[in-house]
């Protein structure tokens, strides 16, 4: 069974930065693409970034050159980097590993950007 913990969000001024961690349990992290996805409050949920197994990272648009995605493997930890922050950013954000056959998901964490 997989779970992943990721870290506090929090509230953060328009054009501030803050990182979320998300730690996972179980050796199938290695082998497992990583990413994260955010909700706003009446939008559907989306894939903000993506890393592989081997590290290869894809962005949505709104969020390329302001967001890292990166991962720990000794730490089975991924990241998210966030610089630039502005209200739109507001959202739950969620872990997610991704397997073939099904995602697993963290429990969220709350982003909140105030202008």
């Known amino acids: 069974q997989v779970q992943l913990v990721e870290s506090r969000g929090g509230l953060v001024q328009a054009g501030g930065s803050l990182r979320l961690s998300c730690a996972a349990s179980g050796s199938i992290f290695l082998f497992a693409d990583m990413g994260w996805y955010r909700q706003a409050p009446g939008k559907q949920r989306e894939l903000v970034a993506r890393?592989?197994?081997?590290?290869?990272?894809t962005y949505t648009d709104s969020v390329k050159g302001r967001f890292t995605i990166s991962r720990d493997n000794a730490k089975k930890t991924v990241y998210l980097q966030m610089h630039s922050l502005g209200p739109e950013d507001t959202a739950v954000y969620y872990c997610t590993l991704i397997l073939t056959m099904a995602n697993y998901w963290g429990q969220g964490t709350q982003v909140t950007v105030s202008s």
């Open positions: 890393i592989t197994s081997g590290g290869s990272t």
